[in-house]
């Protein structure tokens, strides 16, 4: 019964990930870190990101603006290291989830009531500085609580003006990011059998939800798409505070 809860939490996840390119972490933390340890629970869903992402850029994979993707994972690398010490000897604390939470909510709610803000700070945005910026937050959020999509949507949601650059580059940062994160967690051998149990097994209802999700990104505009963003962020910050 415990399985069929959580490859149903991560069916629900991968239907919100191939929506509006991110999402997983909203339903899929929360349900495995009721049955799981935080630390397998994030690790799985980094696993089956890069597999959801990675089905994502085949089809898309001309559209990744590598330019602005390098900075951002210049910052990413610092943030997931950061993330890494952090769950690695010192878990997550209800406190940190909490202010993430309240920091999320102000972060739509001032994006919502500032609709042109592309075109007042787009400058400010294609900075390199920013990029670094928005790569070490979201590289630390996602490192140490699963769902660090929020930071890097609401950024390229507002950065790029075709909904395809946004996603394939999104993408790309989730796989090459996660990879990293993975990579420091098996030298460390944090690795367990749970892991590959949940990782293997939960392949399928993660495609089958991306695939589906994905039919709905591709009949939503950019205006439509970030609105949904903005959507699926508020319930994970909600979720933040009250879990």
């Known amino acids: 019964m415990e399985a069929w809860i ?22 899929a933390a929360g349900i495995l870190t009721a049955f799981l340890s935080v630390k397998d629970s994030t690790l799985i869903i980094l696993a089956l990101t ?3 992402s990675s089905y994502v850029l085949l089809t898309s994979w001309r559209y990744i603006r590598w330019n602005m993707m390098v900075w951002v994972l210049c910052g990413t690398v610092i943030g997931r290291v950061a993330a ?18 309240y920091m999320l909510i102000a972060i739509v709610l001032y994006l919502s009531i500032r609709p042109k803000i592309e075109n007042k ?21 996602g490192g140490a609580f699963a769902i660090g999509g929020p930071i890097y949507a609401l950024y390229f949601i507002h950065l790029f003006q075709e909904k ?27 690795i367990s059998q749970v892991f590959w149990f949940y990782t293997m097994t939960g392949v ?11 039919l709905l990104f591709n009949r939503m505009s950019r205006a439509a798409i970030q609105k949904w963003a903005y959507l699926i962020v508020a319930l994970s910050a909600i979720r933040l505070i009250v879990g």
């Open 6 to 27: 959580i490859w149903g939490g991560l069916l629900i996840g991968g239907f919100l990930q191939g929506s509006a390119g991110f999402g997983v972490g909203l339903f």
């Open 50 to 52: 890069i597999v959801m």
């Open 84 to 101: 890494f010490t952090f769950i690695h000897y010192l878990g997550e604390t209800a406190a940190a989830k909490q202010w993430l939470g």
């Open 121 to 141: 700070f787009q400058r400010f945005m294609k900075w390199n500085g920013t990029a670094v910026g928005i790569g070490a937050v979201g590289g630390f959020v």
């Open 164 to 190: 395809k650059d946004y996603n394939a580059t999104l993408q790309a940062v989730f796989i090459l990011s996660n990879l990293f994160t993975l990579g420091l967690h098996g030298w460390s051998g944090d």
């Open 204 to 214: 399928v209802p993660v495609l089958a939800g991306v695939m589906l999700g994905s």
